[in-house]
């Protein structure tokens, strides 16, 4: 195991996502990027963010080496109290490319305001891909987008201001040199060791637990979570996997980033709905725009069908892959 692990590590490298940090980059990058249904992978040792929404997952050239590494990392871990014990399975057995009568959702809503049309040609270009190899492509309304960034940023944050008041500069993260009291360590290392962005989740995560605040925030975005599951449930009664874009636009040129935290946030609409519902999702490279920068396409699955959109990409890939 331990030579396997050193051999298969030189394609691959693992990252952790809690609302797409795996598939955004992989998008971005031209890569492929899994994230797994939540507790088929042990946590054990990544930093708390957001406890309900974090999972580990791959980052790989192709989508073979994404199962191999798979095969090595999904099981129970004691250690992990989230981790299932759902048996060990070999994610590379299901790489057959053979995607016949399977049956593609394509949101329609994923497909209108806000999205680059670059990125928006790049996916209807897959899904006819898709067809030309046998599945059953149809749109559908999965109209979450919006109810699910906010229900996101909510949980999210709430959940990363209780995980992250650990780091006090005693026994955990950062500590500060500039202190007279234990009053001064505490504010001190928080101020230096923590950057404006998450300070700004760490408060307003704080504000939607306060009192008189918590169930018109926080109680409400695990009720809105639960519509979100039960409308994701519904399309997996009659599709197999769901075909969308990873982001919507392409990655964006270095210091280009809007300085409105919300208008950035808008990025990961595509792949927070996943991480609230708990469900595996994998980013592939699908094209490239004009400029020659990578476009990727999502695959999302129902839980514990991670062979289904790892075949799905698979096959997608074995046939030439970015158009």
Request: glycine share 10%.
């Amino acid at each position: 195991m331990q030579q396997q692990l050193h051999q298969e590590w030189y394609h691959g490298r693992f990252g952790s996502d809690t609302g797409g940090s795996i598939r955004e980059p992989a998008s971005y990058c031209g890569i492929v990027g899994l994230k797994p249904t939540y507790g088929t992978v042990s946590r054990y040792g990544l930093v708390a963010y957001a406890s309900s929404l974090d999972q580990i997952g791959t980052l790989t050239k192709d989508v073979k080496d994404s199962a191999i590494l798979m095969n090595i990392i999904s099981g129970h871990d004691k250690r992990d109290t989230t981790s299932l014990d759902i048996g060990k399975k070999d994610y590379t057995k299901c790489l057959t490319g053979d995607i016949k009568g399977m049956r593609i959702a394509l949101p329609k809503e994923f497909l209108s305001k806000g999205i680059n049309e670059e990125v928006k040609q790049s996916i209807l270009n897959a899904a006819k891909k898709y067809e030309s190899l046998g599945a059953i492509v149809e749109e559908v309304s999965l109209d979450i987008g919006e109810k699910a960034l906010a229900t996101y940023y909510i949980i999210a944050c709430a959940e990363a201001s209780s995980n992250l008041g650990r780091f006090d500069g005693i026994r955990y993260g950062y500590k500060t040199e500039k202190y007279n009291n234990l009053k001064d360590i505490y504010r001190n290392s928080r101020s230096e060791g923590f950057g404006d962005e998450v300070k700004r989740r760490i408060i307003l995560g704080t504000y939607v637990l306060s009192s008189g605040y918590y169930d018109a925030y926080y109680k409400k975005a695990q009720q809105v979570r639960t519509i979100i599951r039960k409308q994701f449930s519904d399309i997996f009664n009659k599709y197999d996997v769901i075909l969308s874009p990873v982001a919507p636009n392409v990655a964006p040129d270095i210091g280009a980033l809007s300085e409105d935290p919300v208008e950035n946030y808008l990025a990961d609409i595509y792949t927070v709905p996943v991480n609230i519902a708990g469900l595996p999702g994998i980013s592939i490279p699908c094209g490239k725009n004009k400029e020659q920068m990578p476009i990727g396409l999502q695959l999302i699955g129902n839980h514990f069908e991670e062979e289904k959109i790892l075949n799905t990409a698979y096959a997608f890939e074995k046939m030439g892959g970015v158009i």
